[in-house]
């Protein structure tokens, strides 16, 4: 099988736990150092935005809405947390079509 442009763009799109990662929604920004954008996604997650307490001052009897997060490992070795973002998985290994072909079909983050 050959890797082909629309299979190489879904797969990098598909970011995985494992995946050289970076992350690409958020402008570029004085506050948060470029080091952080970059690493292995360590794990994806759906969390609560707000606090129990915020939540009751806010909509008390209803769910709690929840948040992708995504939490990498730098390459400095520190673990960061991303909200409201999207990871772009880089290819990694000598094969493009092994890469793409190690994501399980219909695998979204």
């Not at 150092?33 to 129990?52: C, D, M, T, Y």
């Not at 939540?55 to 947390?81: H, N, Q, S, V």
Request: with cysteine.
């Amino acid at each position: 099988m050959v890797a082909r442009p629309g299979d190489l763009l879904a797969r990098m799109q598909a970011a995985v736990v494992g995946d050289f990662v970076f992350e690409n929604t958020s402008p570029p920004d004085e506050t948060i150092p470029s080091i952080n954008k970059v690493g292995w996604l360590q794990r994806i997650a759906h969390e609560p935005r707000f606090s129990n307490d915020e939540w009751k001052e806010m909509a008390e009897g209803r769910p709690c809405p929840t948040e992708r997060a995504y939490y990498i490992r730098t390459l400095d070795g520190r673990e960061f947390r991303w909200t409201n973002a999207q990871m772009i998985a880089l290819p990694a290994g000598d094969s493009l079509t092994d890469w793409i072909a190690a994501t399980p079909k219909g695998k979204t983050p």
